[in-house]
C-alpha cells in the first residue's frame, strides 16, 4: 500500500480493533486504490476515502419477542447506513447467529460499491441480526420479524433507505417485515425489496442474484474464448443464490456437481439436473431440511460432513468454474491452492467477500478468472432497484422485460470494469476493475455534494 492508504488502513483498525471482516473488505478495497490515487489528487484533497470508510450512520437496537414456549427472547439489531452519495441506502438484511457489527459493516462498505456499478440510483447500507431462524416456527420467524421492523420503521423509507434480503431473509421474512411496516405507518410503499408477487414484488428478483452472476461470468468466458456449454461447475451452498445459479448454468448447458450447507456437502458426478434441483428448492425452501437428504434420495451421490475450518473438500474436486455461493471468507488458502492445482479456469463470487485476501491474490498471480463480488453477485441488487422503479411508478414489468434488463445491466457491468481493469491496472484485473469503476461514480458525487 501507499502512504495514503497505508495511514487510512491503519486508522480504520485502531478505530475498531476487533472488526476483522470490515478490516479486510477495507484492505481489498484499499489495495485497488493504490492503482489510482495518484492520478485523482482531488481524492485525496477532499478526503474521500477516508469519509467513505466512516458509515453515514449506524443503528444498533434491541429485539424481544416471544418464542412458542411463551419465553421472552432478546435478540440484537443493525442497520449500517453506509452512504448515501447516489441514492437512498440500498442493500439486503441478513438474519444468522454469525451476526455482528464487523459484518454488518463489511457488508455495507462492499454494497456502496455494488450498487455504484449497476448503474442506477441506489446509495448503501446493510442490516440484520444474530437472531438464527433455523428450527423456529413460521409464527415465531413472525414475531421476531414485527419487533424487529417495529424498531427499523422508523431509519427507513423507499425515499431513505430500501432493505431487501441476504442469508435468512427470504420471501417469508420481507413479506412479514413487510405487513408489519405498513401497519406501523399505515402506507404501502416500496420500501422492502424481494416483497411477494402480490404486492409488489418483481418478477425474477428470486432468481436475479444467481442468474446475474452466470450471466456475467458468461460474458467473461465468452471474450476468452471459453464457454459454459459442457463445462463442470462446483457451485457452493444451497440457498436463494446457489439455486438460480445452478438454475441459470444448467440452462446454458454446464454441469454442476456440488452443492453444501453448513453441516457439509454433496457430490454428484452425474449432474444436479433440473429435476434434482426442484428437489433440493423443495427440500430447501418449504421443507427448510439439509443438503444431506439428497445423498439420502439419489444414487450415486456422495455425502461429506464439514469438519473443522480446514480445507472445504468441494473445493478439491475437479471442475471447469467455481461459483461460491455461501457466506464470507468459505475459500481459504488452502481451497484456493486446491483449485488451482486441479485446473479451476474461473471463479465466479455469488456470495459476498467469499475469498481470503490471500486466496483472490493466488487466483490473480495464477491467471484464475475472478469474477469478484461487487460485479458479480450485482445482480439481486440491480433487480432491486427495478423494483423500486416499478413500485415509484405503480406498474408491473413482465419477466422478460426485467430478464432483459438484468442481462444488460451485467453486460454493462463488464464492460465497465473490463475497461477500468485495463485503464488502472492489468488485462482482466476484474478486483481492481470493480472496485475502481464503482468507487469513481461515488466519488465524484461526494466532492460535488460537499463535505458531508
Ligand atoms: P440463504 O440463506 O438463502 O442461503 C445461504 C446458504 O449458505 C445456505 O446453504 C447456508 O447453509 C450457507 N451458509 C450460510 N452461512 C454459512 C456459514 N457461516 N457457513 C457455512 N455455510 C453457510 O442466503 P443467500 O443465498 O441469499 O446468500 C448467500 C450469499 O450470497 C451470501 O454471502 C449473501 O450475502 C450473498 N448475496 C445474496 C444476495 C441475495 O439477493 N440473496 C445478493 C447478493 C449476494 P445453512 O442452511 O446450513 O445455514
Ligand atoms: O448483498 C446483496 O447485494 C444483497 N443481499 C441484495 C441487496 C438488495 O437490496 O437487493
Not at 128 to 138: L, M, T, V, Y
Not at 140 to 149: N, Y
Not at 179 to 186: D, E, F, H, L, P
Amino acid at each position: 500500500m501507499n502512504t495514503v492508504t497505508e495511514k487510512i488502513y491503519q486508522h480504520v483498525c485502531q478505530l475498531d480493533p476487533d472488526q476483522k471482516e470490515f478490516q479486510q473488505a477495507v484492505y481489498t478495497f484499499l489495495l485497488s486504490m493504490d492503482k489510482v490515487i495518484d492520478e485523482l489528487p482531488e481524492v485525496t484533497y477532499h478526503k474521500v476515502i477516508e469519509r467513505m470508510v466512516e458509515p453515514e450512520r449506524v443503528v444498533m437496537f434491541r429485539v424481544p419477542w416471544i418464542d412458542d414456549e411463551g419465553r421472552l427472547q432478546i435478540n440484537r439489531g443493525f442497520r449500517v447506513q453506509q452512504s448515501s452519495a447516489i441514492g437512498p441506502y440500498k442493500g439486503g438484511l441478513r438474519f444468522h447467529p454469525s451476526v455482528n457489527l464487523s459484518i454488518i459493516k463489511f457488508l455495507a462498505f462492499e454494497q456502496v460499491f455494488k450498487n455504484s456499478l449497476t448503474g442506477l440510483p441506489m446509495g448503501g447500507g446493510k442490516g440484520g441480526s444474530d437472531f438464527n431462524p433455523k428450527g423456529r416456527s413460521d409464527a415465531e420467524v413472525m414475531r421476531f420479524c414485527q419487533s424487529f421492523m417495529t424498531e427499523l420503521y422508523r431509519h427507513i423509507g423507499p425515499d431513505t433507505d430500501v432493505p431487501a434480503g441476504d442469508i435468512g431473509v427470504g420471501g417469508r421474512e420481507i413479506g412479514f417485515l413487510y405487513g408489519q411496516y405498513k401497519r406501523i405507518t399505515n402506507s404501502f410503499t416500496g420500501v422492502l425489496t424481494g416483497k411477494g408477487q402480490t404486492f409488489g414484488g418483481s418478477l425474477i428478483r428470486p432468481e436475479a442474484t444467481g442468474y446475474g452472476l452466470v450471466y456475467l461470468c458468461d460474458e467473461i468466458l465468452r471474450n476468452e474464448g471459453r464457454k459454459l456449454e459442457g463445462a463442470t461447475c462446483l457451485v457452493s451452498g444451497s440457498g436463494n443464490v446457489a439455486q438460480y445459479t445452478v438454475e441459470k448454468l444448467n440452462a446454458l448447458g454446464a454441469k454442476v456437481v456440488t452443492l453444501s450447507d453448513s453441516s457439509g456437502m454433496i457430490y454428484d458426478e452425474e449432474g444436479i439436473s433440473p429435476e434434482k434441483l426442484a428437489y433440493v428448492m423443495q427440500l430447501k425452501n418449504v421443507k427448510r431440511g439439509r443438503i444431506r437428504e439428497y445423498a439420502d434420495k439419489y444414487k450415486g451421490v456422495t455425502y461429506i460432513p464439514r469438519t473443522g475450518n480446514g480445507a472445504n473438500p468441494l473445493w478439491d474436486i475437479k471442475a471447469d468454474y467455481a461459483f461460491p455461493c455461501a457466506t464470507q471468507n468459505e475459500i481459504n488458502l488452502e481451497d484456493a491452492g486446491n483449485l488451482v492445482k486441479n485446473g479451476i479456469k474461473l471463479v465466479g463470487e455469488g456470495a459476498n467477500m467469499p475469498c481470503v485476501a490471500e486466496a483472490e491474490k493466488l487466483f490473480l498471480d495464477k491467471g484464475v478468472l475472478l469474477a469478484p463480488a461487487k460485479a458479480a453477485n450485482a445482480g439481486g441488487v440491480a433487480v432491486s432497484g427495478l423494483e423500486m422503479s416499478q413500485n415509484s411508478m405503480r406498474l408491473h414489468w413482465t419477466r422478460e422485460e426485467v430478464d432483459e434488463k438484468l442481462r444488460s445491466i451485467m453486460k454493462g457491468i463488464y464492460t465497465n470494469i473490463s475497461e477500468a481493469a485495463d485503464k488502472y491496472s492489468e488485462h482482466n484485473n476484474f478486483v481492481d476493475g470493480a472496485n475502481i469503476a464503482g468507487f469513481l461514480k461515488v466519488a465524484n458525487a461526494m466532492i460535488a455534494q460537499g463535505y458531508v
